[in-house]
């Protein structure tokens, strides 16, 4: 079985090449999206679903790599 950020990785990858074939998003769209879903289990009580939002949200985010910036 693979790690559980690869499958949440391989998981929100499959969800943005879905997604961009109904209609353009960027990755600004899709972490907006993924906030509202989040807060909306948040105030659901949904634990567990709320965590997985989390793991999706962290992987979503850019990282800039401070030595590359520079």
């Not at 559980?4 to 929100?12: A, E, G, I, V």
């Not at 948040?42 to 800039?64: C, F, M, S, T, Y």
Request: proline content about 6%; hydrophobic content about 40%; cysteine-free.
């Amino acid at each position: 079985m693979s790690p559980p950020m690869s499958r949440l990785s391989f998981q929100l990858a499959r969800a943005l090449s879905r997604g961009r074939k109904r209609r353009h998003m960027t990755r600004e769209t899709i972490l907006a999206g993924l906030l509202r879903k989040r807060a909306a289990a948040h105030r659901a009580g949904d634990d567990d679903q709320e965590a997985k939002l989390r793991e999706q949200i962290r992987w979503a985010l850019p990282v800039v790599d401070p030595d590359a910036a520079a």
